[in-house]
Nanobody
Framework: QVQLVESGGGLVQAGGSLRLSCAASGSIFSINAMAWYRQAPGKQRELVAAIVGGGSTQYADSVKGRYTISGDSAKNTVYLQMNSLKPEDTAVYYC?????????WGQGTQVTVSS
């Protein structure tokens, strides 16, 4: 089993920044990918950013140039640096980790951006 602990959410004014962290622990033998998703009220969960084992990254168009995903393999942690935040970025953010062929999700952390 793998446990994910997220942190770093909160309330910020438009234009501000936040950094989310997601630390994985447990039976980790091979992390193939780590990603962040978000879900706003009344909307489907959407992929925000992902980083795969080779280090390549991908971003949703809505966050390109503002968000940066990074990973620390020694700590089994993935980060999401969010800059120039907008009210439309308000959502619950979830991390997802793929270990082998298994998917694990964090509990979610609320990000609220006020105008």
């Amino acid at each position: 089993q793998v446990q994910l602990v997220e942190s770093g959410g909160g309330l910020v004014q438009a234009g501000g920044s936040l950094r989310l962290s997601c630390a994985a622990s447990g039976s980790i033998f091979s992390i193939n990918a780590m990603a962040w998703y978000r879900q706003a009220p009344g909307k489907q969960r959407e992929l925000v950013a992902a980083i795969v084992g080779g280090g390549s990254t991908q971003y949703a168009d809505s966050v390109k140039g503002r968000y940066t995903i990074s990973g620390d393999s020694a700590k089994n942690t993935v980060y999401l640096q969010m800059n120039s935040l907008k009210p439309e970025d308000t959502a619950v953010y979830y991390c997802r980790v793929v270990v082998g062929t298994d998917n694990y999700w964090g509990q979610g952390t609320q990000v609220t951006v006020s105008s």
